[in-house]
């Protein structure tokens, strides 16, 4: 096996039926010509016809089309970027970088587990970002479904299309709550799937190690209601938490809260040492890990971003508290966990 130089970064691409992913993928496509990448598109049912409105280039195109990527294919999804592996290593074909179209009816988490749970997966691949394409127009109809929620929920990058087709009282409205399903991630308004390609390629938006995005100026629209099933909770503290009281809290929030939790991140500034500890999570995943030193010009602080379905603003802030003050006790306060 030839030496193994550096991981190759995965753009996905997902959004509903007629956001308009398939017109984002041929601008993109345009900006990556002949820059070896590998474009592997899913599609809902026996016949493949985004293939074939793909525009004519250089790169490998691979299409998925017995059914969700998310579902029953996702083992052919691994079959493919190891037979992938097996040309890199052959030196067969040349590959810097993958962009995965998933199908409109597709679950963003299982697509992302795909490389953070296999271990060839995770060895070769990392994920540069995830790019949901929103359509302005027929966004209201589709929000109770969980599909929808959910590609919302895990996007670093929001692209709201079609902005043409609504009154600007209406796009205001699909920006507010864009941003209470999902604070964190980048929102572009565009008409025609219009995006330059630096928002989309080589930006580490899901790499918690270069830089956690969270926009202090979107915290008033941050908190959860309860009339809505999907929301973010952003957490700030500046005082140091406490390892063990840490650890007990996400053990708790990933075994029992798992199931609610879309994607959960962070960097925390632990008691006792000179190390910045960074997190991520998805559902019932987790991984945390020393990042680098404080620098002595930056504040230690700890921030914290959840996204998920019918979030307990109050039972997190509680869990937070836990973790910075001693004194409190959550035995007291309606025992949250037993572990």
């Not at 709201?160 to 308004?189: F, G, H, P, Y």
């Amino acid at each position: 096996m030839m030496v193994h130089q550096h991981k190759i970064p995965v753009t996905i691409l997902t959004g509903f039926l007629g956001a308009g992913k398939t017109t984002l993928l041929n601008r993109l496509l345009r900006d990556v010509r002949n820059r070896h990448a590998g474009i592997i598109i899913n599609e809902f049912g026996e016949t493949g016809i985004d293939s074939e409105l793909v525009i004519k280039t250089q790169e490998e195109i691979i299409e998925i089309n017995k059914g969700c990527i998310c579902c029953n294919v996702r083992g052919d999804l691994i079959q493919i970027l190891k037979d992938l592996i097996v040309k890199v290593n052959k030196r067969e074909i040349n590959l810097s970088r993958i962009i995965i179209e998933t199908t409109g009816l597709a679950n963003s988490a299982p697509v992302i587990q795909t490389f953070l749970m296999d271990e060839i997966m995770s060895y070769w691949f990392e994920i540069d970002s995830v790019c949901t394409v929103v359509d302005a127009k027929h966004l209201p109809l589709h929000l109770d479904q969980e599909e929808v929620q959910e590609q919302i929920a895990f996007a670093d990058l929001i692209v709201l299309n079609k902005t043409d087709l609504v009154s600007t009282e209406e796009l205001e409205a699909i920006k507010t709550r864009l941003k209470q399903m999902n604070v964190n991630a980048e929102l572009i308004s565009t008409i025609n799937s219009e995006v330059p390609m630096n928002k989309l390629i080589d930006i580490k938006s899901f790499q918690l190690s270069e830089k956690l995005k969270v926009r202090s100026n979107l915290l008033t629209d941050s908190h959860h209601h309860h009339h809505n099933k999907v929301g973010s909770v952003v957490l700030k503290t500046d005082k140091p938490l406490i390892l063990e009281r840490v650890n007990k809290w996400f053990s708790y929030l990933v075994q029992i809260k798992g199931e609610t939790l879309y994607r959960y991140k962070g960097i925390l500034n632990i008691k006792d040492t000179d190390y910045r500890v960074v997190f991520q999570g998805v559902h019932m995943l987790f991984a945390g890990k020393e990042d680098r030193k404080w620098r002595k010009d930056e504040g230690r602080k700890s921030e914290l971003v959840f996204i998920g379905n019918q979030l307990n603003q109050e039972e997190l802030e509680k869990g937070f508290r836990y973790c910075i003050d001693e004194e409190f006790d959550l035995r007291m306060e309606g025992n949250f966990f037993k572990l």
